[in-house]
């Protein structure tokens, strides 16, 4: 999970790492009244998960509160990569002679912990590496030691002080800075489960080594270990490798399914489009399906079958779980059909198709929005599910008109979907059904 920068930053001076003032976190343009006190010049950097920010336009120096004030609501106006800019951080700008590229992370291949560095701070270090390899120093650290040895420290800071040409003077000095630095960025990363804690750049500056940018990951998996971490930085829940879980991905972890929108929050219709959400029996159907929607409408309707989530109900899901998953789609404005499948193995069919049916009815009763529903269901407790569902479209049958359920193995998943697009495309059109 990654960390915004002002978050990174935390962290690395929890270490006793040097990071520039901050003076102000802006969470939205309409906030902003006056900066306040601030020693100028500042630089303004919207925050988000990705890369190339500046290249976006997301990084800027401003030499006044004017300047400083105009960054902040012209970078709020910013997508990056397809990402809305949600917060901005405003800090000192800092003078320096040099930058320098320093991280640790783990190897994906060993597991051992390596430690990166570069006197090429402040670009791309994949185009270093392609191009110059010989100007990276790698240190790969078998055993993973709980802490950065005084030799390896200083492998690494002599390494940097001699590819930036310093003067004999002020080598050992600086090599010992550089030093300190690699120190901390090793006991960041292991005392906060980090997968990855870089610096980029690294300046050199009249007042020691700074760092300027940060980029942390960590580790999901240990996420459990670092609540009191996760909660002195604000974390709500885990976030996505480049974003924060939207709306309904919450509500759905609060249910405790899980879910992820495949389109971006708020995205907009696109007329002639058929949105599909899906509920799957698992993850692997999940995947399936939103490849088979995806193929099914290029083949028959043109590219305009659009699926909007992947979902994994887990094993065994409750009947009220059921329902709260196809509730959660039928409330996203964008969603036309929902197709589902339950391959009744550890789950189900017979309480799988209750919470269907609940959804279904409570929707109907409360006069919310309902949306058709197709699918098919196999597997264990299917005959209870069958004599279910037939009892209820005899007791409710206004209400579970919108559904079609394929009983047993007389289809597979692939001709259900197939048929599903084409039934709700041609009573879009008017027909009957």
Same mark, same amino acid.
């Given at each position: 999970? !990654?960390?915004? *920068?002002? %978050?990174?930053?935390?962290?690395?001076?929890? *270490?006793?790492?040097?990071?520039?003032?901050?003076?102000?976190?802006?969470?939205?343009?309409?906030?902003?009244?006056?900066?306040?006190?601030?020693?100028?010049?500042?630089?303004?950097?919207?925050?988000?998960?990705?890369? =190339? &920010?500046?290249?976006?336009?997301?990084?800027?120096?401003?030499?006044?509160?004017?300047?400083?004030?105009?960054?902040?609501?012209?970078?709020?106006?910013?997508?990056?990569?397809?990402?809305?800019?949600?917060?901005?951080?405003?800090?000192?700008? $800092?003078?320096?002679?040099?930058?320098?590229?320093?991280?640790?992370? @783990?190897?994906?291949?060993?597991?051992?912990?390596?430690?990166?560095?570069?006197?090429?701070?402040?670009?791309?270090?994949?185009?270093?590496?392609?191009?110059?390899?010989?100007?990276?120093?790698?240190?790969?650290?078998?055993?993973?030691?709980?802490?950065?040895?005084?030799? %390896?420290?200083?492998?690494?800071?002599?390494? +940097?002080?001699?590819?930036?040409?310093?003067?004999?003077?002020?080598?050992?000095?600086?090599?010992?800075?550089?030093? *300190? /630095?690699?120190?901390?960025?090793? $006991?960041?990363?292991?005392?906060?489960?980090?997968?990855?804690?870089?610096?980029?750049?690294?300046?050199?500056?009249?007042?020691?080594?700074?760092?300027?940018?940060?980029?942390?990951?960590?580790?999901?998996?240990?996420?459990? !270990?670092? &609540?009191?971490?996760?909660? !002195?930085?604000?974390?709500?829940?885990?976030?996505?490798?480049? /974003?924060?879980?939207?709306?309904?991905?919450?509500?759905?972890?609060?249910?405790?399914?899980?879910?992820?929108?495949?389109?971006?929050?708020?995205?907009?219709? %696109?007329? =002639?489009?058929?949105?599909?959400?899906?509920?799957?029996?698992?993850?692997?159907?999940?995947?399936?399906?939103?490849?088979? #929607?995806?193929?099914?409408?290029?083949?028959?309707?043109?590219?305009?079958?659009?699926?909007?989530?992947?979902?994994?109900?887990?094993?065994?899901?409750?009947?009220?779980?059921?329902?709260?998953?196809? $509730? +959660?789609?039928?409330?996203?404005?964008? #969603?036309?059909?929902?197709?589902?499948?339950?391959?009744?193995?550890?789950?189900?069919?017979?309480?799988?198709?209750?919470?269907?049916?609940?959804?279904?009815?409570? &929707?109907?009763?409360? =006069?919310?929005? #309902?949306?058709? @529903?197709?699918?098919?269901? @196999?597997?264990?407790?299917?005959?209870?599910? &069958?004599?279910?569902?037939?009892?209820? !479209?005899?007791?409710?049958? $206004?209400?579970?008109?919108?559904?079609?359920? #394929?009983?047993?193995?007389?289809?597979?998943?692939?001709?259900?979907?197939?048929?599903?697009?084409?039934?709700?495309?041609?009573?879009?059109?008017?027909?009957?059904?």
């Amino acid at each position: 999970m !990654r960390l915004y *920068e002002h %978050e990174a930053k935390q962290l690395l001076a929890a *270490e006793g790492l040097r990071v520039p003032r901050r003076w102000a976190l802006v969470r939205s343009a309409g906030s902003l009244k006056r900066l306040g006190k601030c020693e100028y010049p500042v630089m303004v950097k919207a925050q988000v998960l990705v890369g =190339g &920010r500046g290249k976006a336009g997301g990084v800027r120096r401003a030499g006044s509160e004017d300047e400083a004030c105009a960054a902040v609501r012209e970078i709020f106006y910013l997508t990056i990569q397809g990402y809305p800019v949600r917060s901005v951080l405003v800090e000192s700008a $800092a003078e320096s002679s040099a930058g320098c590229y320093l991280a640790v992370a @783990v190897s994906p291949q060993t597991f051992n912990l390596v430690i990166l560095a570069s006197a090429s701070g402040g670009v791309d270090i994949e185009q270093v590496a392609r191009e110059r390899p010989e100007s990276i120093l790698r240190l790969e650290l078998p055993g993973n030691p709980e802490a950065l040895g005084a030799a %390896e420290a200083g492998k690494v800071g002599r390494f +940097l002080a001699e590819e930036l040409n310093t003067p004999l003077d002020q080598a050992d000095r600086l090599a010992e800075r550089f030093a *300190e /630095a690699a120190m901390g960025l090793y $006991a960041a990363l292991q005392r906060n489960d980090c997968k990855l804690v870089e610096v980029n750049p690294l300046l050199v500056t009249a007042g020691g080594v700074l760092c300027a940018d940060a980029k942390i990951i960590l580790d999901e998996n240990a996420l459990y !270990r670092q &609540r009191e971490l996760l909660a !002195r930085l604000g974390v709500r829940g885990k976030r996505h490798e480049v /974003a924060e879980p939207t709306e309904r991905e919450r509500r759905a972890a609060a249910a405790g399914f899980a879910y992820v929108d495949l389109l971006p929050e708020g995205a907009e219709r %696109e007329p =002639g489009k058929t949105y599909v959400g899906l509920v799957p029996g698992g993850a692997g159907y999940g995947i399936f399906a939103i490849d088979e #929607v995806g193929n099914i409408g290029a083949e028959f309707l043109g590219g305009r079958a659009v699926p909007v989530n992947f979902m994994d109900s887990g094993g065994g899901p409750s009947r009220q779980a059921v329902s709260a998953m196809f $509730a +959660l789609l039928m409330d996203h404005p964008l #969603v036309d059909l929902i197709i589902t499948s339950r391959f009744g193995g550890i789950s189900s069919c017979d309480t799988f198709i209750r919470g269907l049916v609940d959804c279904l009815r409570e &929707r109907a009763a409360a =006069g919310q929005r #309902v949306v058709p @529903v197709y699918g098919r269901m @196999v597997g264990t407790d299917l005959a209870a599910a &069958r004599a279910f569902l037939e009892g209820a !479209r005899g007791q409710t049958p $206004a209400e579970l008109e919108p559904l079609s359920m #394929v009983i047993g193995n007389r289809q597979i998943m692939a001709e259900v979907i197939r048929e599903a697009l084409t039934d709700f495309q041609f009573r879009s059109k008017g027909g009957a059904r």
